[in-house]
Every structure is written in C-alpha cells, then in structure tokens.
C-alpha cells in the first residue's frame, strides 16, 4: 500500500475511483461523496480543499481523504479534515476500505515520514478514528475534546409504529396536528424532479430567513454557503436520490420546507425553513413526522439530525452520536503549534485569564 497526495482541481480525473471508493463502504462518511466535493466549485478558493490524500492497492483506490493543507509562518505544514468553513459537516473520517481502518491508522503514524505534516488536525470526526489518534499518539502529542453531539433516531420498520416510540403527551400533539393540517387542506410534498428542486431551494432559504429574522438570528445561509447548495441541486441529476428535500404545501403555497441528504438508509436533516404565521400547529414537528414517515416506508433506518442540541429533537429521540476535534503533533514544530493552537481555543471559550491557567493545566478539554 502507498499513498499519494494531489491537489484537488485535478479531482475529476479520479472521480470515478472515488465514487467507486465511497460505494463500496458500507457507512462512508457522506459529506466526503462526489456530489459534495464537486459541489465546492462554486466556493472560494480559501474555502475549498486544497489537497486529496489518495491510498492505493495494486494500483486500486482503498483510501480517500480530502484536506486542507497550510504552511505555517515558521516553516511548518498543518494537515486538516477538510469542511467548508460555513457549513455543518458531522461524522468526518477517511473514506477507508482497509481492515480495521489500516489505512487510516498509517498515516496518522507516519504523516510527517509520508508527506511532511507538523500538525494533523481532525474536526467533527467520528469515535473510531479519535481512538486511533489516541492509541498512536502519547499524550503529550495529541490533544481531543468532545465537539458536536448530534442526535439521532432509530426509526421502526414500519411507520405506522413512529409514534408509538413518542411520550404519551408529544404523541396526542402530533395526532392534533395532524388532523388540524387535513382540515386547513396542508399537503406533505417530496420533492423529486429536478425542476422543482432548484425552486425548492429558493423557498428554502428565503423560509429560513424569515424565520431567522422572526428570531432575531442571522440566517446560517450566507450569499456562498445559499451558491453551494444551489450547486448541490443542480448536480442531484448527475447523482440521484442524496439531495432530499420536503415540503408542508397550503394550495400552491410552500409553508415549510425540510432540507437534507439520503444515503446508505440514513437520513441528514441539514436545515430547515418555516412560515411565522402559523400559530395553531407545529409545523416544524409535522413536517418532521412526515417526513420521517416517508423515509421509513422508503427503507431509510436512521434519522440523523447532525449537530447541536436543541430542545425539538429530544422530543423525537435521546440517543446521540459525539464527534471529536483531535490535533497530534509530529515533530517539535507541530508540538509548538498543538499548544499554540490550545492556548488560543482556550482563552477563546474561557477568557484570558481562566483559559490560559486551564491550558497550563490541561483542563481544556
């Protein structure tokens, strides 16, 4: 086995191996699909990966991980998991078709023999690959901290069993909105031609903002993260049935709309947008439960609602997956920028004073 890295405009010569790569896994890390990586054309050069780390096999693809790549002032090179920085990618981990992630534990042993690395950071990675940070590399050279939890839902076989895995109260609302919907003449709506989906974005964001707005919080759709995902939609034709989106319809109006990904039978619900007016119902869990209804009678197992902790998904679920941020140090240079690094998060979430003395203590995880 050997490793190769490229820069990542030179993507679609190996695009092929790639998707052939990520089909073959039985649970890839989804934001690290073709459609994804493809998709961060249409972001700034900063923001898209710089790097592909490739691993090969008897001249096959076994191991793929994009990255970004910067050289630090005083000479040294820091490797990170690539993730645009405006959008929420969870469960990062190397695309890895070894046994036991072989591959992956190779090079996070031998980075600076195979490429020359400093420092290999790891954000929103998944617990099997901080174990193997962990398990090669000592204490002194590897920094983890919990980052996101991100709950999720087991759902059942058959979805008239949804509910039933509700509290008694949550479950007497679903039911009321349901039959408040069917009086008021709201629809459920997947969206599935490509023309509609293009459409289908714009009502998006323009919901999430008005509900941003309602809330008095910035829109998390900035002028390039709203371009990114128009791409997505576009290239949904080239890759069918990922980009998922779902809609509460009153006539021919959208009231609101459920973004996310499907693949491998799990569902990402990436982001969400719901008309204010509407005080009489829920849209937001009506929306949910039927769409959740809809996935499980299309062979989809697992809800993930990816990162953060707010109050609506504990309603539907109380299991959680936790993703990991990692930095290991391989050479004297990266040891300085590992600390460097954990000073700078530290006095970033605790202040000055208070980060400084848990950094010195080593109680900034």
């Known amino acids: 086995m050997y490793f190769q890295l490229i820069a990542s405009h030179n993507f679609e010569e190996i695009k092929p191996a790639w998707a052939k790569l990520h089909n073959s896994l039985e649970a890839p890390c989804i934001f690290y699909h073709p459609l994804f990586l493809q998709g961060t054309s249409n972001l700034l050069v900063r923001n898209r990966p710089s790097h592909m780390v490739l691993g090969y096999k008897d001249d096959n693809l076994i191991f793929g991980l994009p990255c970004t790549i910067r050289n630090r002032g005083t000479g040294g090179i820091v490797s990170y998991f690539y993730h645009p920085p405006h959008e929420g990618w969870d469960h990062l981990e190397p695309l890895d078709q070894t046994k036991d992630l072989t591959a992956t534990r190779y090079l996070i042993r031998d980075c600076k023999k195979i490429f020359g690395w400093d420092l290999f950071v790891a954000d929103h990675t998944t617990s099997r690959v901080a174990q193997l940070f962990e398990l090669y590399c000592s204490t002194n050279r590897a920094f983890t901290r919990n980052s996101f939890k991100c709950p999720y839902k087991l759902l059942p076989p058959d979805s008239s069993d949804l509910t039933t895995s509700l509290s008694k109260h949550f479950r007497t609302n679903i039911r009321q909105d349901i039959k408040r919907a069917k009086d008021l003449g709201i629809t459920f709506v997947a969206v599935r031609s490509q023309a509609e989906m293009a459409f ?52 021919d109006t959208v009231i609101a709309s459920l973004y996310g990904f499907c693949h491998h039978h799990r569902f990402y619900f ?17 929306l949910i439960y039927n769409t959740m209804s ?28 936790q993703d990991y941020f990692i930095m290991s140090s391989h050479s004297r240079c990266g040891k300085f920028y590992l600390e460097y690094d954990r000073w700078r998060r530290a006095i970033k979430r605790y202040g000055k004073k208070v980060g400084t003395m848990a950094w010195f203590s080593r109680r900034d995880h």
């Not at 990436?270 to 009506?286: A, F, H, K, P, V």
């Not at 062979?299 to 299991?319: A, H, N, P, Q, S």
């Open 270 to 286: 990436y982001q969400c947008g719901i008309e204010t007016g509407y005080t009489r119902l829920s849209l937001g869990n009506l």
């Open 294 to 321: 809809y996935l499980i009678d299309n062979g989809v197992r697992i809800f993930d609602f990816l990162r953060g902790t707010e109050d609506y998904k504990f309603k539907w679920t109380d299991t959680l997956f």
């Open 200 to 251: 289908s974005i714009n009502n998006l964001i323009a919901l999430h903002e008005l509900r941003s707005d309602s809330t008095g919080r910035s829109s998390r759709f900035t002028a390039e993260s709203q371009a990114y995902h128009r791409r997505l939609a576009e290239l949904s034709v080239i890759f069918p049935g990922i980009v998922s989106i779902f809609e509460l319809r009153l006539a």
